[in-house]
Protein backbone atom coordinates (compact mmCIF):
# COMPACT_ATOMS: atom_id res chain seq x y z
CA UNK A 1 0.00 0.00 0.00
CA UNK A 2 1.52 3.55 -0.97
CA UNK A 3 1.52 6.51 0.82
CA UNK A 4 -1.38 8.19 -1.03
CA UNK A 5 -3.55 4.88 0.04
CA UNK A 6 -2.45 4.98 3.52
CA UNK A 7 -3.63 8.51 3.50
CA UNK A 8 -6.79 7.68 2.20
CA UNK A 9 -7.84 4.77 4.53
CA UNK A 10 -6.71 7.19 7.45
CA UNK A 11 -9.10 10.19 6.27
CA UNK A 12 -11.81 6.74 6.06
CA UNK A 13 -11.27 5.41 9.46
CA UNK A 14 -11.83 9.26 10.48
CA UNK A 15 -14.80 9.47 8.46
CA UNK A 16 -16.10 5.82 10.16
CA UNK A 17 -15.54 7.03 13.70
CA UNK A 18 -17.72 10.43 13.19
CA UNK A 19 -20.21 8.37 11.43
CA UNK A 20 -20.30 5.67 14.16
CA UNK A 21 -20.88 9.31 16.92
CA UNK A 22 -23.21 10.46 14.59
CA UNK A 23 -25.32 6.90 14.69
CA UNK A 24 -24.94 6.89 18.30
CA UNK A 25 -26.19 10.15 18.39
CA UNK A 26 -29.26 9.64 16.14
CA UNK A 27 -29.94 6.46 18.19
CA UNK A 28 -29.22 8.76 21.74
CA UNK A 29 -31.86 11.59 20.14
CA UNK A 30 -34.60 8.76 19.29
CA UNK A 31 -34.58 6.82 23.07
CA UNK A 32 -34.45 10.59 24.44
CA UNK A 33 -38.14 11.24 22.64
CA UNK A 34 -39.57 7.68 23.44
CA UNK A 35 -38.20 8.68 27.17
CA UNK A 36 -39.60 12.31 26.83
CA UNK A 37 -43.11 10.72 25.37
CA UNK A 38 -42.99 8.35 27.95
CA UNK A 39 -42.47 11.30 30.91
CA UNK A 40 -45.23 12.76 29.08
CA UNK A 41 -47.83 10.55 29.40
CA UNK A 42 -46.81 9.89 33.14
CA UNK A 43 -47.12 13.40 33.68
CA UNK A 44 -50.23 13.43 32.63
CA UNK A 45 -51.28 10.60 34.39
CA UNK A 46 -49.99 12.27 37.72
CA UNK A 47 -51.98 15.40 37.21
CA UNK A 48 -54.83 12.96 36.19
CA UNK A 49 -54.61 11.56 40.36
CA UNK A 50 -53.37 8.64 39.31
CA UNK A 51 -51.86 8.43 42.34
CA UNK A 52 -47.94 8.56 43.94
CA UNK A 53 -46.56 5.67 42.26
CA UNK A 54 -47.49 7.44 38.79
CA UNK A 55 -45.90 10.85 39.94
CA UNK A 56 -42.81 8.27 40.64
CA UNK A 57 -42.55 6.95 37.83
CA UNK A 58 -42.78 10.71 35.95
CA UNK A 59 -40.04 11.69 37.88
CA UNK A 60 -37.76 8.56 37.46
CA UNK A 61 -38.47 9.26 33.39
CA UNK A 62 -37.81 12.70 33.73
CA UNK A 63 -34.53 12.11 35.01
CA UNK A 64 -33.70 9.39 32.81
CA UNK A 65 -34.25 11.47 30.06
CA UNK A 66 -32.31 14.84 31.24
CA UNK A 67 -29.47 12.30 31.27
CA UNK A 68 -30.53 11.45 27.55
CA UNK A 69 -30.17 14.75 26.75
CA UNK A 70 -26.60 15.33 28.36
CA UNK A 71 -25.86 12.41 26.22
CA UNK A 72 -27.08 13.63 22.93
CA UNK A 73 -25.70 17.34 23.53
CA UNK A 74 -22.16 15.67 23.49
CA UNK A 75 -22.77 14.52 19.56
CA UNK A 76 -23.93 18.63 18.46
CA UNK A 77 -22.92 19.32 15.37
CA UNK A 78 -22.52 16.14 14.02
CA UNK A 79 -25.20 15.52 10.67
CA UNK A 80 -26.25 12.10 10.48
CA UNK A 81 -26.20 11.94 6.64
CA UNK A 82 -22.53 12.60 6.24
CA UNK A 83 -21.59 10.52 8.92
CA UNK A 84 -23.59 7.84 7.07
CA UNK A 85 -21.64 8.80 4.05
CA UNK A 86 -18.53 9.08 5.61
CA UNK A 87 -18.72 5.10 6.61
CA UNK A 88 -19.49 4.45 3.18
CA UNK A 89 -16.53 5.99 1.81
CA UNK A 90 -14.59 4.27 4.30
CA UNK A 91 -16.14 0.50 3.64
CA UNK A 92 -15.51 1.85 -0.16
CA UNK A 93 -11.64 2.32 0.72
CA UNK A 94 -11.21 -0.51 2.11
CA UNK A 95 -12.32 -2.60 -0.02
CA UNK A 96 -10.29 -0.94 -2.98
CA UNK A 97 -7.43 -1.35 -0.44
CA UNK A 98 -7.60 -5.15 -0.12
CA UNK A 99 -8.00 -5.73 -4.10
CA UNK A 100 -4.75 -3.55 -4.80
CA UNK A 101 -2.81 -5.28 -2.16
CA UNK A 102 -4.21 -8.50 -3.87
CA UNK A 103 -3.16 -6.91 -7.34
CA UNK A 104 0.26 -6.04 -5.75
CA UNK A 105 0.86 -9.57 -4.23
CA UNK A 106 -0.33 -11.51 -8.39
CA UNK A 107 1.99 -8.77 -9.76
CA UNK A 108 4.55 -10.39 -8.01
CA UNK A 109 4.27 -13.92 -8.35
CA UNK A 110 4.22 -13.08 -11.94
CA UNK A 111 7.38 -11.38 -11.52
CA UNK A 112 9.10 -14.26 -9.75
CA UNK A 113 7.48 -16.71 -12.44
CA UNK A 114 9.11 -14.47 -14.91
CA UNK A 115 12.63 -14.24 -13.09
CA UNK A 116 12.69 -18.54 -13.11
CA UNK A 117 11.76 -18.94 -17.07
CA UNK A 118 14.57 -15.94 -18.41
CA UNK A 119 16.70 -18.14 -15.32
CA UNK A 120 16.23 -21.08 -17.33
CA UNK A 121 16.57 -19.68 -20.80
CA UNK A 122 19.67 -17.98 -19.91
CA UNK A 123 21.09 -21.31 -18.59
CA UNK A 124 20.27 -23.34 -21.84
CA UNK A 125 22.12 -20.37 -23.73
CA UNK A 126 25.23 -20.87 -21.18
CA UNK A 127 24.92 -25.15 -21.79
CA UNK A 128 24.48 -24.29 -25.82
CA UNK A 129 27.51 -22.00 -25.70
CA UNK A 130 29.73 -24.63 -23.54
CA UNK A 131 29.05 -27.19 -25.88
CA UNK A 132 30.42 -25.47 -28.38
CA UNK A 133 33.02 -24.54 -26.79
CA UNK A 134 33.89 -27.85 -26.23
CA UNK A 135 33.40 -28.75 -29.84
CA UNK A 136 35.57 -25.87 -30.81
CA UNK A 137 38.62 -26.61 -28.15
CA UNK A 138 38.49 -30.63 -29.47
CA UNK A 139 39.38 -29.03 -33.14
CA UNK A 140 41.74 -26.48 -32.09
CA UNK A 141 43.46 -29.46 -29.89
CA UNK A 142 43.55 -31.60 -32.90
CA UNK A 143 44.82 -29.14 -35.04
CA UNK A 144 47.50 -28.33 -32.67
CA UNK A 145 48.56 -32.15 -32.54
CA UNK A 146 48.60 -32.40 -36.31
CA UNK A 147 50.75 -29.57 -36.68
CA UNK A 148 52.98 -30.93 -33.93
CA UNK A 149 53.53 -33.94 -35.39
CA UNK A 150 53.90 -32.81 -38.90
CA UNK A 151 56.69 -29.69 -37.91
CA UNK A 152 58.56 -31.86 -35.27
CA UNK A 153 58.72 -35.07 -37.51
CA UNK A 154 59.83 -32.65 -40.57
CA UNK A 155 62.70 -31.53 -38.17
CA UNK A 156 63.55 -35.04 -37.57
CA UNK A 157 63.22 -35.98 -41.35
CA UNK A 158 65.36 -33.34 -42.41
CA UNK A 159 68.23 -33.36 -39.46
CA UNK A 160 71.98 -33.71 -40.26
CA UNK A 161 72.86 -34.46 -37.08
CA UNK A 162 70.70 -37.81 -37.44
CA UNK A 163 72.51 -38.53 -40.94
CA UNK A 164 75.70 -37.42 -40.38
CA UNK A 165 75.96 -38.60 -36.26
CA UNK A 166 73.47 -41.75 -35.69
CA UNK A 167 73.44 -44.74 -36.54
CA UNK A 168 69.37 -44.64 -36.42
CA UNK A 169 66.89 -43.70 -39.29
CA UNK A 170 65.04 -40.37 -38.75
CA UNK A 171 61.80 -42.32 -37.43
CA UNK A 172 63.60 -44.68 -35.27
CA UNK A 173 65.04 -41.58 -33.67
CA UNK A 174 62.16 -39.68 -33.06
CA UNK A 175 60.82 -43.08 -31.32
CA UNK A 176 63.19 -42.46 -28.82
CA UNK A 177 63.30 -38.83 -28.71
CA UNK A 178 60.34 -37.55 -29.86
CA UNK A 179 58.59 -37.43 -26.23
CA UNK A 180 61.46 -34.09 -26.01
CA UNK A 181 60.16 -31.88 -28.55
CA UNK A 182 56.98 -30.09 -28.65
CA UNK A 183 55.46 -27.28 -30.87
CA UNK A 184 54.78 -24.08 -28.81
CA UNK A 185 54.10 -20.96 -30.44
CA UNK A 186 55.06 -21.73 -33.45
CA UNK A 187 58.45 -22.83 -33.23
CA UNK A 188 59.59 -26.81 -32.17
CA UNK A 189 61.11 -27.12 -28.53
CA UNK A 190 63.04 -29.19 -27.11
CA UNK A 191 63.16 -30.61 -23.48
CA UNK A 192 65.84 -31.88 -21.41
CA UNK A 193 63.50 -34.49 -19.88
CA UNK A 194 60.16 -35.99 -22.30
CA UNK A 195 57.28 -33.14 -22.03
CA UNK A 196 55.41 -33.31 -19.17
CA UNK A 197 57.84 -35.43 -16.88
CA UNK A 198 58.16 -33.54 -13.27
CA UNK A 199 61.39 -31.04 -13.67
CA UNK A 200 61.54 -30.89 -17.34
CA UNK A 201 63.39 -27.85 -18.64
CA UNK A 202 63.43 -26.04 -21.64
CA UNK A 203 66.72 -26.23 -23.70
CA UNK A 204 67.24 -22.70 -24.27
CA UNK A 205 70.77 -20.71 -25.31
CA UNK A 206 72.32 -18.21 -23.31
CA UNK A 207 69.90 -15.27 -24.48
CA UNK A 208 66.39 -17.37 -23.57
CA UNK A 209 65.85 -18.46 -26.91
CA UNK A 210 65.31 -22.25 -27.41
CA UNK A 211 68.13 -24.26 -28.55
CA UNK A 212 68.18 -25.48 -32.89
CA UNK A 213 66.46 -28.32 -33.35
CA UNK A 214 69.47 -30.35 -33.93
CA UNK A 215 72.01 -28.78 -31.47
CA UNK A 216 69.25 -29.57 -28.99
CA UNK A 217 69.15 -33.65 -30.44
CA UNK A 218 72.48 -33.63 -30.05
CA UNK A 219 72.69 -32.37 -26.31
CA UNK A 220 69.60 -35.04 -25.43
CA UNK A 221 71.03 -37.73 -27.27
CA UNK A 222 74.56 -37.54 -26.21
CA UNK A 223 73.27 -37.60 -22.72
CA UNK A 224 72.09 -40.65 -23.51
CA UNK A 225 73.81 -43.35 -21.39
CA UNK A 226 74.07 -45.84 -24.86
CA UNK A 227 74.82 -43.05 -27.08
CA UNK A 228 78.41 -44.62 -27.93
CA UNK A 229 76.58 -47.41 -29.29
CA UNK A 230 74.35 -45.07 -31.48
CA UNK A 231 76.80 -42.39 -32.87
CA UNK A 232 78.54 -43.63 -36.30
CA UNK A 233 82.11 -44.59 -35.99
CA UNK A 234 84.30 -41.91 -36.70
CA UNK A 235 86.99 -44.33 -38.38
CA UNK A 236 87.35 -44.16 -42.36
CA UNK A 237 86.41 -47.57 -44.20
CA UNK A 238 89.55 -49.01 -45.36
CA UNK A 239 90.14 -52.56 -45.60
CA UNK A 240 86.65 -53.29 -44.32
CA UNK A 241 83.57 -51.42 -46.25
CA UNK A 242 80.89 -49.36 -44.49
CA UNK A 243 78.81 -51.76 -44.31
CA UNK A 244 80.87 -54.25 -42.36
CA UNK A 245 81.59 -51.57 -39.51
CA UNK A 246 77.28 -50.71 -39.49
CA UNK A 247 76.74 -54.45 -38.78
CA UNK A 248 79.28 -54.26 -36.43
CA UNK A 249 77.67 -51.37 -34.69
CA UNK A 250 74.06 -52.79 -34.91
CA UNK A 251 75.46 -55.84 -33.34
CA UNK A 252 77.01 -54.34 -30.79
CA UNK A 253 73.67 -52.18 -29.73
CA UNK A 254 72.62 -54.91 -27.66
CA UNK A 255 68.58 -55.64 -26.30
CA UNK A 256 68.50 -52.77 -24.32
CA UNK A 257 69.05 -50.29 -27.75
CA UNK A 258 66.64 -52.33 -29.37
CA UNK A 259 63.66 -52.14 -26.49
CA UNK A 260 64.22 -48.86 -26.90
CA UNK A 261 63.48 -48.04 -30.38
CA UNK A 262 60.79 -50.96 -30.27
CA UNK A 263 59.15 -48.97 -27.39
CA UNK A 264 59.49 -45.84 -28.94
CA UNK A 265 58.17 -46.57 -31.83
CA UNK A 266 54.75 -48.37 -29.92
CA UNK A 267 54.35 -44.42 -28.60
CA UNK A 268 54.44 -43.33 -32.04
CA UNK A 269 51.65 -45.90 -32.97
CA UNK A 270 49.31 -45.03 -30.18
Same mark, same amino acid.
Given at each position: MDEEEMKAAEEAAKKEAEAAAAAEAEEAARKAAEEEAEAEAARKAAEAGNGDDSAAALVAAQEELAALKEQL???? #????????????? =??????????????????? #????? +????? $??????????LNTQIGDLKGKLDGAVKTIQEMTVG???????????? =?? +??????? $? =??????????????????????????? +???????? +??????????????????????????? #???????????????EGVSSLDKIRQGLANLSK
Open positions: ASFS #GIDPAKAKKALED =LNAANKKARETEKAEAERK #GEVER +LKAMM $AEDNQKVVDEAQFSSSKFIDEQ =LI +LTPSKTR $A =LYGSHFSFEDGTVVAYDKPVGSDGATK +LVDRQGKP +LAFDVALEKIVSADSEFDRLKKSSLKA #GAHSKTEDKTVKEKS
